[in-house]
């Protein structure tokens, strides 16, 4: 996970919106720093400057009812655009990476990863002409200026939401978030289906995200917050297994029949991967089911 370049200096009883205005101006800054790299093509780049507009994002969502309406809601749909563009490069990388690993792990001796690699590889390119063109009208157009100016100007709303003590803002949105993990805990854990699971593996990612800015003056968020990056890592490495699954299964299916066995153990191994994948994925959310953990949060937020 790419760690921040920038994080904002909080204070616990300063107004949650000039607390809201110096989280998201940092987790702009983020995306401004990692944009170059990801610009060449890199590899970790791309995947540095999605996080950096996944923060972003989530930001704008926690923030939501403190920030500019009207401005925010011109603003949103743009940085879902550069989240999604950005994430058509990043899905191929992972899905090349995985299949290079997987091919290595099953003794792929016939070459059927390195034929559905080749295609990605190709989809890849694709994508990334697509990205910078995006990312070039985007910054054409203002983009982080507008963005500027949406976090200037939730320092200064005088909404009575705006003027909450941060530190009861924070209490609010963590609960909220933690409920909804806990309204989709159960079906995930008590399912085989990866619906469910990846269900889960986004509301963990948005407990995550409500605690991560607040560790500076709520140090006990963060080993919750830890344990969270944790949990969504897991969840995500068997959410990336699931989509190699159905693409790989995809590229398989036009093989000759001769090669159908092969394919058909290849698949094998990475179903195994999987079902290890998703047993310890399961094991570390199992813990949001404790009553400690919540416990934990509480004692920090409260």
Excluded at 42 to 63: C, N, P, Q, S
Excluded at 173 to 195: G, I, K
Aim: one cysteine or more; a positive charge.
């Amino acid at each position: 996970m790419a760690k921040p370049v920038y994080e904002p200096k909080l204070r616990p009883g300063m107004a949650a919106g000039k607390g809201a205005s110096r989280v998201l101006a940092a987790k702009i800054a983020n995306v401004r720093a990692h944009a170059p790299q990801a610009m060449l093509g890199d590899v970790e780049g791309i995947h540095d400057m999605r996080v950096a507009v996944k923060r972003l994002r989530e930001t704008m969502r926690l923030f939501r009812r403190l920030l500019p309406q009207k401005r925010r809601e011109a603003m949103m749909p743009v940085v879902e655009m550069l989240n999604d563009t950005l994430g058509a490069v990043r899905e191929r990388d992972v899905m090349i990476r995985d299949a290079e690993k997987l091919a290595d792990e099953a003794g792929d001796d016939g070459g059927l990863c390195a034929l559905a690699i080749a295609q990605w590889r190709t989809e890849r390119a694709v994508a990334f002409e697509h990205l910078v063109k995006v990312w070039a009208q985007m910054c054409s157009e203002g983009l982080f200026a507008a963005l500027d100016e949406v976090a200037g100007r939730t320092a200064k709303r005088g909404r009575a939401a705006n003027k909450l003590p941060l530190e009861r803002f924070v209490y609010r949105a963590v609960t909220r978030a933690l409920d909804r993990v806990h309204e989709r805990l159960r079906p995930a854990l008590e399912s085989a289906d990866p619906a469910p699971m990846h269900r889960l593996r986004i509301v963990v990612k948005r407990l995550r995200y409500s605690m991560e800015p607040f560790r500076t003056i709520m140090p006990a968020l963060v080993k919750p917050c830890k344990a969270a990056t944790e949990a969504q890592e897991l969840l995500g490495v068997t959410h990336d297994l699931d989509v190699l699954r159905a693409a790989l299964a995809a590229h398989l299916d036009e093989v000759e029949p001769e090669r159908r066995e092969a394919a058909e153990g290849l698949l094998a191994v990475l179903d195994a991967r999987r079902e290890e994948s998703a047993q310890r994925a399961h094991e570390v959310a199992e813990q949001f089911a404790d009553a400690q953990f919540d416990r934990a949060i509480l004692d920090a937020i409260d």
